[in-house]
């Protein structure tokens, strides 16, 4: 078969053209799973403890300790808020274990009356925004949790400096 790779470019490109939509294909299914998984942990065991389940194992898988804490009065969100702050808080979460190289993660999600405000903050290796360099590493996931927030009319930001670890947060109106 490498032989035949070989000799005939058309082969070795529709061979590529396959498996690159086999790649697409299981990504896009990878990703209905872990929505799907979300929205049941979610009307099982509520915000809290669906990021309990789903992202403090990311976020302690390369070593990193996961805090998180609850302020304000801590009342059930419509699904798509809560659906979004959970995917939110996994990219994050994720990232900050596994990009970052952060030893410890925070999450804090705060209600008040009009809005909920969740953010993800660790010690990592942070980087620069505004540098091109770490955009291309980084943009991905960010504009992920950017487009989620902003979906929802919300806001979203990220602090960060090289050896100063990251904060992102998405603020999101409730009604």
Known sequence: ?????????????????????????????????????????????????????????LAEMDGAVFSMEVTGEKRRLPVRIETALLRIAHEAGANAGKHAKAKSINLTIDYDAEQVRLTVQDDGRGFDPDSKEDERQRSFGLLTMEERALKLNGNFSIESAPGSGTSVTATLPLS
């Open 1 to 57: 078969a490498d032989m035949e790779l070989e000799s005939s470019p058309g082969n070795a490109r529709e061979a590529l053209d396959i498996a690159s939509r086999m790649v697409q294909r299981c990504k896009a299914e990878s990703r209905a799973s872990i929505e799907n998984l979300h929205s049941i942990t979610l009307e099982r065991v509520g915000l809290k403890q669906a990021i309990e389940e789903q992202v403090r194992p």
